[in-house]
């Protein structure tokens, strides 16, 4: 079952703006992570940010969590050509070992 | 440092045959282990994961199967393929359902 999805499932921007995703969730979680797919690799891992937490930052990413909302945004400032990717949340239900992925956000960044 | 290996990386295999991907962590002891599938261009889907040697939970009824020999040793099985499982197979490790760490996956192509 799907847990998470993004949106927009797709999204191109220039290079040097700013990129925001969003994840929707539908149960209670224990914590939110992003990962990063470049194509043809495994996923990288991001940031994790947990339910008792609003706000996560790590370089040029920002994460926001709204648990009453159910919701996550994924902040890419200054975008690079290398941020070109596919980008995906992953929850972690509540009393589970599992972790469930997205569909993913495909990122173009424009020269 | 742990590091985590799949293989093959790319396999092209008829309809029917059978099918034996392998993957393998170091540098860590009693991971959670996991094995995706992910389709051109989609999301992941959770297969099977393992919390302990002989533990598999499977998440979707299909004709594939795991088994983990070794605590550190994941190994997905068919006994006859079929084209829809053509596909990006990819494994993961990770200690309490924390960040998963991927392997660099393998290619499936059935013809």
């Known amino acids: 079952s799907q847990q998470g999805e993004e949106d927009p499932q797709a999204l191109s921007i220039q290079e040097g703006e700013n990129a925001t995703m969003n994840c929707s969730y539908k149960?209670?979680?224990?914590?939110l992570q992003w990962y990063r797919q470049n194509s043809g690799r495994g996923l990288v891992h991001l940031i994790l940010i947990r339910s008792n937490e609003r706000e996560k930052h790590s370089g040029r990413l920002r994460v926001t969590l709204d648990t009453s909302k159910k919701s996550s945004s994924l902040l890419i400032t200054a975008s690079r050509a290398a941020d070109t990717a596919s980008y995906f949340c992953a929850t972690d239900p509540s009393r589970d070992d599992k972790i469930i992925f997205g569909k993913g956000t495909r990122l173009h960044i424009l020269p | 440092s742990q590091t985590i290996h799949q293989w093959p990386a790319t396999l092209v295999q008829p309809v029917g045959s059978p099918l034996s991907l392998e993957c393998t962590v170091e540098?860590?002891?009693?991971?959670?282990l996991y094995w995706y599938r992910q389709a051109a261009g989609r999301g992941l889907q959770l297969l099977f994961y393992?919390?302990?040697?002989?533990?598999i939970s499977s998440e979707v009824p299909q004709n594939l199967s795991a088994s983990r020999p070794q605590d550190r040793q994941f190994i997905l099985s068919s006994k006859k393929l079929l084209l829809s499982d053509s596909g990006f197979y990819l494994c993961?490790?990770?200690?309490?359902?924390?960040?998963?760490?991927f392997g660099p996956g393998t290619r499936l192509t059935v013809t």
């Open positions: 540098g860590t002891s009693n991971p959670n």
């Open positions: 993961a490790w990770c200690r309490e359902s924390y960040e998963q760490y």
């Open positions: 393992s919390v302990g040697i002989g533990q």
């Open positions: 149960t209670s979680i224990n914590n």
